[in-house]
């Protein structure tokens, strides 16, 4: 939308209650501060005809600043959101992380972001996904691995004297925060489906990223913090496949922190069934 005279001036629209204009500022698309302030003028003197276009601007805005600009002043408007998307993106803005998980698919949407930073708030509230949730993790963690197997491919090392490695460096470090933040959820379901995907994963990372067994730095490729990572997810499992796999991984994984991860596994397991290893 075309403004003849140069940027809106919110201010002066504010003050004479322009509700139209400010709805044209709302959508002004060079500027995000204008929308910004539009949404909070808006919000402000209580225009309570604007709530329709402040929710769909919630779903088209792509400033961060201005989408919390919109949803303040939707609350201020006492918008009362359902269970569709722009509720979704409300309820994440705010905050209201459970409320938003209410939401379905599209809190699984709005929330999967969070969880790949690694927020821990998220990850319990994953579960509530059920099925769902257990597969969108799978299917983003199979993306990720794919790339990070790539990214991986054809070397042991990198030499941080060269920019590219370095880059490639820090491109590794944020592909296994979030593949260890997907695996970390779909641990927590601990059914038959997602024990056997974290086995399958944990055999792939050994098989196909190199490592070196002491771990840290010397690991340019974090490959052991990933499988660490795996086990760990499986520790509460009492399934014969996460058995299995800390069984596999006490007498055969090269690095101690991942034989560690397995003890600890093990002793989870209910007196019953922690095996005997002679």
């Not at 309570?48 to 002043?73: F, G, K, P, T, Y």
């Not at 930073?117 to 579960?127: A, C, E, T």
Request: net charge neutral; proline share 3%; glycine share 6%.
């Amino acid at each position: 939308m075309g403004f003849l005279f140069g940027p809106p001036k919110v201010d002066k629209l504010k003050a004479k209650r322009g509700v139209r204009g400010l709805l044209k500022a709302l959508t002004f698309e060079k500027d995000w501060i204008i929308r910004k302030d539009a949404a909070q003028a808006l919000g402000e003197i209580g225009a309570a005809s604007a709530v329709s276009d402040l929710v769909a601007r919630l779903l088209a805005e792509e400033s961060v600043n201005a989408r919390e600009a919109v949803a303040e002043a939707l609350d201020r408007l006492g918008w009362t959101p359902q269970k569709d998307a722009a509720s979704a993106r409300f309820y994440r803005i705010k905050g209201q992380l459970e409320k938003c998980a209410e939401c379905g698919d599209d809190g699984i949407c709005e929330l999967l972001p969070l969880l790949l930073d690694g927020n821990s708030r998220v990850r319990d509230i994953w579960r509530s996904f059920g099925a769902k949730g257990a597969m969108t993790a799978m299917a983003v963690a199979n993306m990720l691995f794919e790339q990070y197997k790539d990214l991986a491919s054809g070397t042991s090392e990198l030499d941080f004297r060269f920019a590219d490695d370095r880059q490639k460096d820090a491109m590794i470090e944020a592909m296994v925060k979030r593949l260890v933040s997907c695996v970390r959820a779909i641990g927590q379901h601990g059914d038959p489906s997602t024990d056997m995907y974290l086995s399958n994963l944990y055999n792939q990372v050994r098989r196909s990223v190199y490592s070196n067994p002491e771990g840290g730095f010397l690991d340019a490729f974090k490959a052991v913090d990933l499988r660490e990572s795996i086990v760990s997810a499986l520790h509460r499992s009492t399934s014969q496949i996460a058995l299995d796999l800390h069984l596999e991984v006490l007498t055969s994984d090269p690095a101690l922190f991942v034989r560690w991860a397995a003890v600890d596994a093990l002793a989870y397991l209910p007196c019953g069934m922690q095996p005997y290893i002679n």
